[in-house]
């Protein structure tokens, strides 16, 4: 966690309290896939922005909106078009109280397998 704030300026604090305020107080910024377990677990660095779904009251599995990147600097990947009120003021919040790297947001929508078969055919 210590290299991903010194290398890119990630203030990851600010972003997991951010997810909180505008995704709900169980979201999270920091999960990971692991491919030994075959689930998300977590992780020290904000990777994988997602919220619980439930079952009964239970969280049962994570659902992912987004992936944080910092390989072409500090950006938000999301990937539920309905989310996108939210990623919008995440990023404005984050980028309004920190000094150092800016975050930006990517939209990656995939859209549903229907309209993808459609586009294919």
Not at 20 to 25: C, L, R, S
Request: net charge positive.
């Amino acid at each position: 966690m210590a290299k991903l704030q010194k290398a890119a300026g990630v203030d990851v604090p600010l972003v997991e309290s951010l997810v909180k305020t505008h995704f709900g107080p169980e979201a999270t910024a920091q999960l990971s896939w692991s491919i030994t377990r075959g689930r998300y677990v977590r992780s020290d660095l904000p990777q994988r922005l997602a919220v619980p779904q439930k079952l009964f009251g239970v969280r049962v599995w994570w659902r992912p909106i987004g992936e944080f990147s910092d390989n072409i600097g500090f950006r938000l990947e999301l990937w539920r078009p309905e989310c996108l009120p939210q990623a919008e003021a995440l990023v404005a919040d984050y980028n309004a109280k920190t000094q150092g790297t800016k975050l930006e947001l990517a939209h990656c929508f995939m859209g549903s397998r229907a309209a993808r078969r459609a586009a294919v055919a």
